[in-house]
């Protein structure tokens, strides 16, 4: 049995040559400050993308957090989402679930928690908590068909990549170039 530390250990490392810069284990509160400053710094003066129905966004006051720290908020409940949603500078998410094996983010998508937040802009902040991560892609579709069923799943494995224009690897042409994940003891 892989305890909890161990599964954070192997998830970070995967997640780390996958291209995604990783934090944690860490406190509830460590993980709020991370997730504030690399998401201010990410953003780079323009809009911070937040889900309104995010459980571990939402667990962690993380918008109350970015609203403190100055960021200026585009809410997955404002008006203007679909029009603004393209000049955000981060999105900020947390995700379901994790394969340690794989450095991989099983994030839900739906009603209040848009895909557009981890995929449009050019930056990404996720949460996952420990508790959270499995071993395998296997233990992970296990999991989520056992959850009630969202409109997507998106499978996050890094940056954005493709080689897809002359066999050049590319980063960030269709998703963000920076994934930072941190890993909430």
């Known amino acids: 049995m892989v305890t909890e530390a161990g599964a954070a ?4 490392a995967a997640a780390a040559r996958n291209g995604m810069v990783g934090y944690g284990p860490c406190s509830p509160e460590e993980a709020t ?5 690399c998401a201010t710094s990410a953003a780079q003066g323009r809009r911070v993308a937040v889900p309104t129905a995010d459980p571990l966004v939402e667990h962690l006051g993380l918008r ?3 609203a403190w720290a100055g960021a200026s908020l585009l809410a997955s409940s404002d008006l203007d989402w679909d029009s603004e949603i393209g000049d955000a500078g981060v999105g900020v998410t947390g995700a379901g679930a994790g394969i340690a094996a794989t450095g ?8 209040g928690r848009p895909r557009g937040t981890h995929i449009i802009p050019p930056a990404h902040v996720c949460l996952i908590r420990v508790g959270d991560l499995v071993g395998t892609i296997e233990q992970a579709v296990r999991r989520q068909a056992g959850e009630p069923h969202p409109s997507n799943v998106s499978w996050v494995s890094g940056p ?4 897809d224009l002359e066999m050049q690897l590319t980063i960030g042409v269709h ?4 994934v930072d994940v ?4």
């Not at 941190?182 to 003891?185: D, K, L």
């Open 33 to 37: 400050q991370i997730a504030v400053e």
């Open 9 to 12: 250990s192997t998830f970070l």
């Open 64 to 66: 109350a957090a970015l």
């Open 160 to 163: 954005s990549r493709t080689a």
């Open 182 to 185: 941190i890993v909430v003891a």
């Open 104 to 111: 991989t983010l099983v994030l839900s998508c739906g009603v």
């Open 175 to 178: 998703g963000p170039k920076r």
